[in-house]
């Protein structure tokens, strides 16, 4: 996660969040496309790397695939659909959507201890599944995020949408 607050803080009331991906394998972040905006705007900016976490191999895999991104996704949903929908914590959204929770309450922390404003709002956006983290983070903490900023397709109907998709693929099924 990089934190950066501007030289000239001008906007403390607000910061933005940058939900990003990456994984274990990335060297440590020095900076981001983020700091540039923090610097233009005067307000704290985030980016919150490493969502979801991967690789990541399921103990109840039998294949034991290291897997990322959308094949993550998939397989989490395959199990969700194979189980009838009654695990809905087998899905990422939910840890993914922690995580990014869990990225404003260390922002707010961070900033307090180091003597800067702390935030009273966020502005949150992410691509793709982060897009999808960033409804499902505004939805669970709407006190916090005053804007959501999803830049992903949006699927009515997502259970039946992917029992179809399901239907007509194959195991190793991927939605773009």
């Known amino acids: 996660m990089i934190i950066t607050v501007p030289r000239i803080l001008r906007r403390s009331q607000i910061a933005f969040m940058f939900i990003d991906g990456g994984d274990n394998t990335d060297p440590i972040p020095t900076s981001s496309s983020v700091t540039m905006l923090a610097e233009s705007t005067g307000s704290v900016t985030v980016e919150l790397k490493q969502i979801p976490n991967q690789p990541i191999k399921f103990m109840a895999d039998s294949t034991q695939e290291s897997r990322t991104e959308d094949a993550i996704i998939a397989w989490t949903w395959k199990t969700f659909i194979e189980q009838n929908g009654t695990n809905p914590y087998i899905l990422l959204r939910m840890p993914m959507t922690k995580a990014a929770v869990r ?65 007509v693929g194959t195991e190793d099924t991927i939605i773009y």
């Open 103 to 167: 990225g404003m309450d260390a922002t707010e922390q961070l900033l307090k201890e180091e003597g800067f404003p702390v935030p009273n709002n966020f502005v949150i956006a992410g691509l793709s599944k982060r897009g999808w983290t960033t409804w499902t983070t505004a939805a669970v903490n709407n006190q916090r995020v005053s804007a959501a900023i999803p830049i992903v397709l949006d699927i009515l109907n997502l259970q039946k949408n992917m029992k179809h998709h399901y239907r």
